[in-house]
Antibody
Framework: QVQLVQSGAEVKKPGASVKVSCKASGFIFTSYGISWVRQAPGQGLEWMGWISTYNGNTNYAQKLQGRVTMTTDTSTSTAYMELRSLRSDDTAIYYC?????????????WGQGSLVTVSS | NFMLTQPHSVSESPGKTVTISCTRSSGSIASNYVQWYQQRPGSVPTTVIYEDDQRPSGVPDRFSGSIDSSSNSASLTISGLKTEDEADYYCQSYDSSGHVVFGGGTKLTVL
């Protein structure tokens, strides 16, 4: 079945970086884009950006420009999201999601989420 | 960029019908598709409506979506409410640059 499996929870200190992975299975990886969405504790969903698994093109949320990098490894059908210069307000669950079509930006399915805690 | 505004919370009794609105702050709601996601406590978001009014397979027909250009808003309607429908619901759309926007979410209580 179509599935996205993410890496485990991380605890980081302020100023550090984190890299979250998202391994896809059950579909042709390079036929769909991957978006990353985060959710701070008790808060709503925030879109972070998108990467084309076909050619590596990216489109980042303005708020995170300069701090986030999204990449893929097509040999292992894995997408990665790296966030640098971490702050306490980056504490959140980070989700990857398959973008069913760039025409509708519909996300389905979502990964199980990776909790990133930023604390000194 | 635009914002999508949802009511913070709604509540209704089992068996009744509830409608959750999602108002776009600028630009036409009809310009870009709207999706709706359900997120039960401690769970991953799942799609209940995509492309304004389409239901993924497996989603009961008690869930329906629509857009209203006069109010520049999208709506999610759930009829025959069940306790299992209690969840947070998020609308989502995007702009011409492909930047995705989520509404703030609506907590549905079925009591």
């Amino acid at each position: 079945q179509v599935q996205l499996v993410q890496s485990g929870a991380e605890v980081k200190k302020p100023g550090a970086s984190v890299k979250v992975s998202c391994k896809a299975s059950g579909f042709i990886f390079t036929s769909y884009g991957i978006s990353w969405v985060r959710q701070a504790p008790g808060q709503g969903l925030e879109w972070m950006g998108w990467i084309s698994t076909y050619n590596g093109n990216t489109n980042y949320a303005q708020k995170l420009q300069g701090r986030v990098t999204m990449t893929t490894d097509t040999s292992t059908s894995t997408a990665y999201m790296e966030l640098r210069s971490l702050r306490s307000d980056d504490t959140a669950i980070y989700y990857c999601a398959r973008e069913v079509s760039v025409l509708n930006h519909w996300f389905d399915p979502w990964g199980q989420g990776s909790l990133v805690t930023v604390s000194s | 960029n635009f914002m999508l505004t949802q009511p913070h919370s709604v509540s209704e009794s089992p068996g009744k019908t509830v409608t959750i609105s999602c108002t776009r702050s600028s630009g036409s709601i009809a310009s870009n598709y709207v999706q709706w996601y359900q997120q039960r406590p401690g769970s991953v978001p799942t799609t209940v409506i995509y492309e304004d009014d389409q239901r993924p397979s497996g989603v009961p027909d008690r869930f329906s979506g629509s857009i209203d250009s006069s109010s520049n808003s999208a709506s999610l309607t759930i009829s025959g409410l069940k306790t299992e429908d209690e969840a947070d619901y998020y609308c989502q759309s995007y702009d011409s640059s492909g930047h995705v926007v989520f509404g703030g979410g609506t907590k549905l209580t079925v009591l």
